[in-house]
């Protein structure tokens, strides 16, 4: 677990607030791909439309940001993505941001979510804090490759996945992502920042 994520925590439990790590069989290296796949093996008519809301723009949005579909076709069912933190109670994931999730991908997958999208953060907030950071996040791992998107490609992958935890978690009937921006590494203070918001979590 990341210190960032990892204080974040620390700083939950103090008040009664009980975060873990845990994955989704709908959350694995085959993106949106997965997705449907699970979602149709569960046979759900509640999930069926927000599922297919939720593949429309991801489709979209792996496209924009230069993605291989034959790669997820090909990819692991087996290999889950981990979510930063999980509220068992509630079935809530909350993801803490550094500043690598505050890129110019990360922008350009949060222009294309649906307007009627359910989340649990202030999109427009979201957007201007990867405007403000992506001049100095864009510079982070940007040489490195990544299974999908080529040699750079990295940090668009990272706000492909990000992206695919913020649609399709509601769309598999969980409550929407909380995300909690951390562009200073600061996990501790970050939790302070919402304490308010967040203490309804360790509430009947």
Same mark, same amino acid.
């Given at each position: 677990?990341?210190?960032?994520?990892?204080?974040?925590?620390?700083?939950?439990?103090?008040?009664?607030?009980?975060?873990?790590?845990?994955?989704?069989?709908?959350?694995?290296?085959?993106?949106?791909?997965?997705?449907?796949?699970?979602?149709?093996?569960? #046979?759900?008519?509640?999930?069926?439309?927000?599922?297919?809301?939720? /593949?429309?723009?991801?489709?979209?949005?792996?496209? #924009?940001?230069?993605?291989?579909?034959?790669?997820?076709?090909?990819?692991?069912?087996? /290999?889950?993505?981990?979510?930063?933190?999980?509220?068992?109670?509630?079935?809530?994931?909350?993801?803490?941001?550094?500043?690598?999730?505050?890129?110019?991908?990360?922008?350009?997958?949060?222009?294309?979510?649906?307007?009627?999208?359910? /989340?649990?953060?202030?999109?427009?907030?979201?957007?201007?804090?990867?405007?403000?950071?992506?001049?100095?996040?864009?510079?982070?791992?940007?040489?490195?490759?990544?299974?999908?998107?080529?040699?750079?490609?990295?940090?668009?992958?990272?706000?492909?996945?990000?992206?695919?935890?913020?649609?399709?978690?509601?769309?598999?009937?969980?409550?929407?992502?909380? #995300?909690?921006?951390?562009?200073?590494?600061?996990?501790?203070?970050?939790?302070?920042?919402? #304490?308010?918001?967040?203490?309804?979590?360790?509430?009947?």
């Amino acid at each position: 677990m990341p210190a960032v994520v990892d204080a974040f925590a620390e700083a939950a439990a103090g008040d009664g607030i009980v975060l873990g790590a845990t994955s989704f069989d709908w959350l694995c290296e085959q993106g949106h791909v997965g997705l449907e796949r699970v979602a149709k093996d569960r #046979r759900d008519p509640a999930i069926v439309a927000p599922v297919i809301a939720s /593949l429309h723009a991801l489709d979209a949005i792996f496209a #924009r940001l230069g993605g291989d579909a034959a790669v997820l076709h090909a990819a692991r069912e087996n /290999l889950l993505l981990a979510v930063d933190l999980y509220h068992g109670p509630t079935g809530t994931i909350i993801e803490v941001d550094g500043a690598e999730h505050l890129t110019s991908a990360r922008l350009t997958a949060l222009d294309l979510y649906p307007p009627d999208t359910r /989340l649990g953060f202030d999109l427009e907030e979201l957007k201007a804090l990867c405007r403000e950071h992506a001049p100095t996040s864009d510079h982070l791992s940007r040489g490195l490759a990544a299974k999908g998107f080529g040699f750079g490609g990295v940090q668009r992958e990272r706000a492909y996945h990000d992206a695919l935890k913020d649609l399709a978690t509601p769309a598999m009937g969980h409550p929407p992502v909380i #995300r909690i921006a951390a562009p200073d590494g600061d996990g501790a203070a970050a939790y302070a920042r919402h #304490r308010e918001a967040l203490l309804h979590l360790s509430r009947p």
